[in-house]
């Protein structure tokens, strides 16, 4: 292919959306980019600062985060996952990551994910892909991410908390006034509650090809 390839990957809070991406870069050969991770290192800055991001602005915090930040092994944590929500709801934030997410795809492309990516980071995005799941199926696969014991006594009741926490998480991600999760015009849907990860990636590299042939 001879045009920059940009391939937007958006979709709720443990639907695959990451495991696509970063897989469907590998394939391709295509620099990879968690732009949630953007918002999480501005979150984590912050409580590194004593912070609460509920209720002091995040616009310096996130002006400053680089790419070295997502190496941080302490970004996917509850308390994050809270900071992240509440800087992505600030348009001071949003602004101030826009440049570095268009940059990182520079002249050769990328393959990023997130939530707004098909819609506002790249609205011309050679593809864009809108990867989804039931709740139940992400609070599911969240849970067995984190579980320390996977055969824990309350596991139902864990997963059942989980899953409140992204049914609160999506609703304030949608319903947010600058840039809200949701499905671009031109995007295609994944359901991907009854597939694996390897039968998303191929369904995906199908599209991929149809859509630049």
Not at 104 to 131: E, M, N, Q
Not at 186 to 200: P, Y
Request: glycine share 6%; net charge neutral.
């Amino acid at each position: 292919m001879t045009r920059r390839l940009v391939i937007a990957v958006d979709g709720p809070a443990a639907a695959g959306k990451g495991t696509l991406a970063k897989r469907l870069a590998a394939a391709l050969d295509l620099p990879y980019l968690d732009t949630g991770l953007l918002y999480r290192a501005t979150g984590r800055r912050m409580i590194d600062a004593g912070l609460d991001p509920a209720h002091a602005p995040a616009e310096t915090f996130a002006a400053t985060v680089g790419l070295e930040d997502l190496r941080r092994t302490d970004l996917r944590v509850p308390e994050v996952d809270r900071a992240a929500s509440l800087v992505a709801a600030q348009p001071a934030v949003r602004r101030a990551l826009v440049d570095l997410q268009r940059r990182f795809a520079g002249v050769h492309g990328a393959v990023l994910d997130g939530r707004d990516i098909g819609t506002v980071i790249f609205p011309d995005a050679t593809v864009k892909l809108f990867i989804t799941a039931s709740p139940r199926t992400r609070a599911e696969r969240r849970w067995e991410q984190l579980a320390t014991n996977p055969d824990a006594p309350d596991r139902e009741a864990q997963i059942i908390r989980v899953e409140q926490e992204i049914v609160a998480r999506d609703a304030a991600d949608s319903s947010r006034s600058v840039a809200p999760l949701c499905v671009a015009r031109d995007a295609i849907r994944i359901e991907t509650d009854s597939l694996t990860a390897d039968e998303v990636l191929a369904e995906a590299l199908r599209i991929v090809a149809d859509m630049t042939r």
